[in-house]
């Protein structure tokens, strides 16, 4: 059974430092992974998209990378904005069990002025 | 190409009744999911659809939860008898394909009194 983990689970960062976020995952047979971001009482915002065949993907000052061997995908920010706050979530699409999306908890991120 | 719609937003029931949730796909979308958010948890999967037809359900409780997407019309998740226990934010995703970018609509909040 696919598990999806991220860490730290709170992060509370001062604005303009760059940032990493992290999200692990047990089972490497997985079509991609996908990063969201969900604002207090919204739903949930696409941010980038990887292919298991691909390293990493870019949107403005989002960078995200996957290493499906060892399971792991980071979400680097650069020079974080206040309006960056919100909670990140990393969802993997699985192989086994008609391709649904598994998602971790979430990292919940405050960029403070 | 408007995103994801679901209504309503927010509903509120009483012990015992019925609760019809409604997502509209993005268009030209033919994958629909479920999922549940409770308050300060995860995302969990409950059921996968396709045109007409339910490829997993194997998120969703056995009794009183049904889901469908017609051929024509919204993907409607329906609970009947409603308990205190389903109060939780329902969100519907839809996809172009299996292995593409979900989207998300901004979720329906349901309040069991």
């Known amino acids: 059974k696919q598990e999806v983990t991220q860490i730290p689970a709170a992060l509370s960062v001062p604005e303009g430092e760059n940032l990493v976020l992290n999200c692990s995952f047990t089972?490497?047979?997985?079509?991609?992974l996908q990063w969201f971001r969900q604002d207090p009482g919204k739903g949930l915002t696409s941010l980038l998209l990887i292919q298991s065949s691909q390293r990493e993907q870019t949107s403005g000052r989002l960078n995200a990378s996957l290493d499906k061997s060892s399971g792991r995908s980071t979400l680097y920010i650069a020079a974080s904005q206040p309006g960056d706050s919100a909670t990140y979530l990393c969802a993997v699409r699985v192989i086994q069990g008609a391709q649904k999306l598994v998602f971790g908890q979430g990292t919940r991120l405050t960029i403070n002025p | 190409n408007a995103g994801v719609m679901q209504n309503p937003r927010h509903l509120v029931r009483r012990r015992g009744q019925e609760a019809r949730l409604r997502c509209s796909p993005m268009?030209?979308?033919?994958?629909v999911y479920w999922y549940r958010q409770l308050p300060e948890e995860g995302l969990k999967f409950m059921v996968y659809?396709?045109?007409?037809?339910?490829?997993?359900e194997s998120g969703m409780p056995k009794e009183r939860f049904s889901a469908e997407f017609p051929k024509e019309g919204p993907s409607i998740l329906r609970i009947q008898q409603v308990v205190r226990g389903d109060s939780a934010a329902y969100f519907c995703?839809?996809?172009?394909?299996?292995?593409?970018?979900?989207?998300f609509g901004q979720g329906t909040r349901l309040t069991v009194v």
């Open positions: 089972d490497s047979a997985i079509y991609n």
């Open positions: 659809l396709q045109k007409e037809n339910i490829i997993d």
């Open positions: 268009k030209g979308h033919s994958h």
């Open positions: 995703a839809s996809s172009l394909d299996w292995n593409t970018e979900a989207f």
